[in-house]
């Protein structure tokens, strides 16, 4: 393991996280050391298993933890889980973070970031998406201190393709077979990753930090349409699938995961919050408003046929590669408990 530099990955153990240690622990070129708040979750004891994968059980949003996390390694993947921590938190522990690998010396840092919404959008405070501004803001501040000493670099995600599964993209079978997805999505394109080739990207940035320090790698495996998702899932599965628009108050009664829940959700609803934190409601309204007007659809595919050039490259390669069937399936580990916790 001497030879092997060593990567900490924070929030290796989610969904956008899993492929990254999977990667990094198959390439044999590096070795990992993932911080978990839980080492006896079902998904920290599977990547434990993998070679060169050592757990750290700490907090993303504990400065102690933090530091004894980043003591000593070459580089790091940091993915902080603002549904937890909050949109204020996330802000501070991300730089926070950022800071702390600085003072360890850390060769090459990471940022699993989304797109800054609100500065995108040309700042209309309607864009306000609190988990992703939270992560923009932070990743915009990475990239303003330059590449010496430590290189930097932001692999910019949008929503996961797998979300077709789980959360906010999964549509209701209906009595005749067919399969609906009422939502407010406007007629823009809206950039999904699939999670599958999350790991590629990462390895990528680790191995060439000539061409990815001070990059912002927005990726993408298409930039679709709502009414694009429904013809492409017909076409393949040979069901009829449809896009139902709704007006935002109608879809959010029936979307809201829980009365009154806030952005940071997967947080008991009754823990104190200030007013900077922003509801559920309001945190995707802005949301859905932001990728269904194709305005995150600015992802250069050539750059990326060209780094990853076995890729997925479409939704509908996706649903095939996937046998993709509309029927719901767990991706978000958040989720997952939520739901766990919640019971029948
Ligand atoms: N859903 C999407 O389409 C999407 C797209 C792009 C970006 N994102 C962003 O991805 C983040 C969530 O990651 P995910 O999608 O991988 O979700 P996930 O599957 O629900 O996983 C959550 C991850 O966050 C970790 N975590 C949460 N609180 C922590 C804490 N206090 N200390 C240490 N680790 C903590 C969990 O680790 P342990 O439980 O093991 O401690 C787990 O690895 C969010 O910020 C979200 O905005 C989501």
């Known amino acids: ?10 929030g290796g153990t989610g969904a956008q996280g899993r492929p990254v240690v999977k990667a990094l622990s198959e390439s044999g070129r590096y070795s990992v050391r993932l911080l978990t708040r839980n080492p006896a979750s079902d998904q920290a004891k599977e990547l434990a298993a993998l070679p060169n994968v050592t757990l750290l059980q700490g907090s993303q949003d504990s400065q102690k933890d933090l530091h004894a996390a980043f003591t000593g390694v070459y580089g790091a993947w940091v993915n902080l889980d603002g549904f937890t921590i909050g949109e204020k938190s996330e802000i501070f522990y991300g730089i926070r973070a950022y800071e702390i690998a600085r003072h360890h010396g850390v060769k090459h840092y990471v940022f699993a970031n989304i797109d800054y919404a609100l500065r995108k959008a040309g700042w209309d405070e309607q864009y306000h998406c609190g988990h992703n501004d939270a992560k923009g803001r932070v990743g915009d501040l990475i990239l303003s201190h330059g590449q010496s000493t430590m290189k930097t670099s932001l692999l910019t995600t949008g929503p996961y393709m797998d979300m077709l599964y789980d959360g906010m993209f999964v549509p209701k079978e209906q009595a005749d077979g067919s399969f609906v997805w009422e939502n407010p999505a406007s007629d823009g394109k809206i950039p999904l990753i699939a999670l599958d080739d999350i790991g590629v990207y990462s390895l990528w940035m680790f191995d060439n930090p000539s061409e990815s320090a001070g ?26 699938g449809v896009h139902k628009c709704v007006s935002l108050e109608e879809y959010l009664v029936k ?13 008991k609803p009754d823990v104190p919050r200030d007013e900077s934190f922003m509801t559920w409601r309001e945190n995707f309204s802005s949301w859905w408003r932001y990728w269904s007007e194709g305005k995150g659809a600015t992802r250069d595919m050539a750059f990326l046929d060209r780094i990853h050039a076995s890729r997925i490259p479409s939704l509908e390669a996706w649903m095939r590669v996937k046998s993709y069937d509309g029927r719901p399936q767990s991706v978000l580990k958040d989720l997952h408990e939520l739901r766990k916790n919640q019971g029948p």
């Open 1 to 10: 393991m001497e030879n092997l530099k060593l990567i900490l990955v924070i």
């Open 215 to 240: 990059l912002d790698l927005e990726v993408a495996t298409d930039q679709v349409s709502f009414a694009e998702i429904a013809e492409t899932f017909t076409r393949v599965t040979g069901k009829k």
């Open 255 to 267: 979307a809201e995961l829980y009365p009154g829940a806030y952005s940071n959700w997967a947080v």
